[in-house]
């Protein structure tokens, strides 16, 4: 990747983002926003439900402009109600605190936000992987970024 997040960065972060959808039944919408939280590339795979895309989006953004992860934001708000309702009214863009949006990195510096969201998927979030039980979302969202794996579904069946 270069310096900045470019359209084809993002295509090629999406196609990854599809193409292990594909194996693990996670068949949703991926947003990729760059580090001010505005939309470079926004796909929504065959089946996906139409919320996903909103969802996403809400969730890249808020892990561009932040520079975190949404479960961390998510943790937060929980924590300060009245400060997320102050958000609300500030950001230009909808927040929704829920995990499964990451930063995009390039040499330490946010460059951009991942997200995708629900999926049409009925078999749930969780998946059997070599013994263990893992987040089909959060898979995605590694291998996308090719990124090592983190747990931000934890509580979710």
Do not use: C
């Amino acid at each position: 990747m270069s310096e900045k997040l470019t359209l084809q960065d993002a295509h090629k972060i999406i196609e990854r983002a599809v193409e292990k959808s594909k194996e693990v039944n996670w068949i949703s919408a991926y947003v990729i926003t760059d580090a001010g939280g505005n939309v470079i590339s926004i796909s929504r795979m065959d089946g996906a439900p139409s919320a996903a895309v909103d969802i996403a989006r809400a969730k890249s953004y808020i892990s561009a402009i932040f520079g975190q992860d949404t479960k961390a934001f998510t943790d937060r708000m929980e924590a300060h109600p009245v400060r997320f309702a102050g958000f609300q009214q500030v950001f230009p863009h909808p927040l929704f605190p829920g995990p499964g949006g990451v930063p995009i990195y390039k040499d330490g510096v946010v460059v951009g936000g991942f997200s995708s969201s629900i999926s049409s998927n009925k078999g749930g979030m969780k998946i059997k992987v070599d013994g263990k039980t893992l987040s089909r979302e959060d898979i995605v969202t590694a291998y996308a970024l090719q990124v090592p794996y983190v747990e931000f579904h934890g509580d979710m069946g």
